[in-house]
């Protein structure tokens, strides 16, 4: 049909493989009966032949589909998102990054509240490779200082290296976890002997 929809129908299928949420999706009109069109969304987890309403692929991809869609037919705008994260697996979080990467190169600005530690190491990642510009990413962190808050601005080194230390719990709280794991396992072996 009309060229718009099938670059914004690519661009949804597009963003639902980068999350390894759908390969494909149709939308089929139920019902004109009221003043409203009622429509079955249906998706493909994995094969394009199978088609399964969005209600049996899991509750992340009916909360990030409507980001994904709003994205799709953007131009030139700004996309706002508050925690895109919520719902998806860790992967698929992480991936959010490069469908924001890919806005940007469309010329949209991107605003993301997010508590995710894997969509911002993705960010990283994404400057480290030369995907994203380290110019165009900040990040601001909020901190509560005593009953009042306390907001400090992350910028990044082309190598993906934060301009000042992550606040306390939010990227060292796996690294912390997986040290004391690794202390826990060697304490652990060493006492078996």
């Given amino acids: 049909s ?3 929809d099938a670059r914004v129908r690519g661009l949804i299928i597009q963003n639902l493989g980068t999350l390894g949420l759908a390969t494909d999706f149709d939308v089929e009109t139920i019902s004109k009966k009221t003043s409203a069109r009622i429509v079955s969304l249906r998706v493909s987890p994995s094969n394009k032949r199978q088609k399964v309403s969005i209600a049996d692929v899991g509750f992340g991809l009916s909360q990030v589909l409507p980001l994904v869609v709003k994205d799709a037919r953007l131009n030139k705008g700004a996309l706002i998102a508050y925690q895109p994260e919520v719902h998806l697996h860790p992967r698929a979080q992480s ?5 924001f990467v890919d806005s ?5 600005q991107v605003f993301v509240e997010t508590h995710s530690p894997d969509l911002v190491l993705r960010l990283q990642l994404l400057i480290s490779t030369g995907k ?3 110019k165009d990413l900040s990040v601001f962190c909020f901190e ?3 009953g009042a808050s306390k907001i400090e601005i992350v910028n990044f080194a082309d190598s993906g ?3 000042m230390r992550w606040p306390a719990g939010f990227l060292d709280t796996s690294l912390s976890l997986a040290r004391e794991l690794s202390g826990s396992r060697i304490t652990s ?4 002997k």
């Fill in 95 to 99: 991936r959010l990054a490069d469908i």
């Fill in 104 to 108: 940007l190169a469309r010329g949209n």
């Fill in 144 to 146: 509560n200082s005593g």
């Fill in 2 to 4: 009309d060229p718009e």
């Fill in 161 to 163: 290296a934060p301009s």
């Fill in 189 to 192: 072996n060493q006492s078996r």
């Fill in 132 to 134: 994203l510009a380290a």
